[in-house]
């Protein structure tokens, strides 16, 4: 997936409301994480793999954050232009020989969930993939 396509994903985390399953499945095929396939089969077979509710849970966002990040996760009054509640930064510690320097990646979402999704999503678009 291209950084522009991962910046796309990170804004739509960002305008959603609450947890969407599709939005989890884009964020799946993105990071490249596995779909549940035996959870979706119903009466008429097998029909679309869950993901991982990386919108709906902080544990599962989590997964999202990079082996070279650290992240914080706060609530916010939404009383801001945003009136976005959450606020999520992930910071990207990279490596070149003996020179570290470190990115900071932010996001304004609904949920936490949704925040932290953001801010991780934007933290794969530079350096080295996780």
Same mark, same amino acid.
């Given at each position: 997936?291209?950084?522009?396509?991962?910046?796309?994903?990170?804004?739509?985390?960002?305008?959603?409301?609450?947890?969407?399953?599709?939005?989890?499945?884009?964020?799946?095929?993105?990071?490249?994480?596995?779909?549940?396939?035996?959870?979706?089969?119903?009466?008429?077979?097998?029909?679309?793999?869950?993901?991982?509710?990386?919108?709906?849970?902080?544990?599962?966002?989590?997964?999202?954050?990079?082996?070279?990040?650290?992240?914080?996760?706060?609530?916010?009054? #939404?009383?801001?232009?945003?009136?976005?509640? &959450?606020? %999520? $930064?992930?910071?990207?510690?990279? *490596?070149?020989? !003996?020179?570290?320097?470190?990115?900071?990646?932010?996001?304004? #979402?609904?949920?936490?969930?949704?925040?932290? &999704?953001? %801010? $991780?999503?934007?933290?794969?678009? *530079?350096?080295? !993939?996780?």
């Amino acid at each position: 997936m291209t950084k522009d396509e991962l910046v796309k994903l990170a804004e739509r985390c960002e305008a959603a409301s609450g947890a969407d399953q599709e939005l989890d499945r884009e964020i799946a095929v993105a990071v490249g994480h596995p779909w549940d396939y035996a959870a979706d089969w119903g009466l008429r077979g097998h029909e679309r793999p869950v993901a991982f509710p990386y919108t709906a849970s902080i544990d599962a966002a989590m997964m999202l954050v990079g082996k070279d990040c650290l992240f914080r996760i706060k609530t916010l009054w #939404a009383n801001d232009q945003s009136g976005k509640a &959450c606020h %999520a $930064s992930v910071d990207r510690y990279l *490596t070149e020989g !003996a020179i570290m320097w470190k990115e900071n990646f932010l996001a304004l #979402a609904d949920t936490p969930a949704l925040a932290l &999704c953001a %801010a $991780s999503l934007r933290a794969t678009t *530079t350096g080295e !993939a996780k």
